[in-house]
């Protein structure tokens, strides 16, 4: 009677281990715990990557989500111990936007997206602004209004004059012959 039992829990392994092997015959074990995410933008960024491309046209570039630390470097010449403190703090930031210039992918704006209850105040704000950076920050909406949006990128990226106090006014170069310049 014991080797009737015995022998159908045997039977039952190796039905077991015989099913499990026809299953997983197409697929290969993975040796690294990943997987491929669909896709790069969630549904906010999704709708404000729509109104932004309309917004500026053909002018600029868009790039998503670009690590802050490929945009922002400490200084040359810095410490190793307050450089790596610097990087310590760009470490796992990013912008979800970036604009570039059409012609020469240069850098000309990052844009933030930020919940409308959040009042956290945004370090990447000070760190832009220490660099030169043109940053913008847009709360998520459902929806976005495409002149506001072309607006902000427009007032951001415009050049200012240059005004010396010394002078009291804008200094144009003036090139009258290229022979008279000394290079």
Known sequence: MKWHIVALITGLVILVFLFARLFM?????????YQRRSILFSLDDQVFFRALQSAIGAN??????ISVSRII???????????????????????DFILCEKPSLSIACAVQLHNKSSHEEDPLMQICASVGLPYLRFAIQPEYSIDEIRENVRMATQREPLFFKETGGRREPRISNLSDMNF
């Open 25 to 33: 015959r197409g697929r290969k074990p993975s040796r690294y715990p």
């Open 60 to 65: 600029y570039e868009i790039f998503g989500k």
């Open 73 to 95: 470097a400490p200084k040359k010449g810095t410490s190793d111990f307050v450089a790596k403190s610097a990087l310590k703090t760009l470490e796992g930031r990013h912008f």
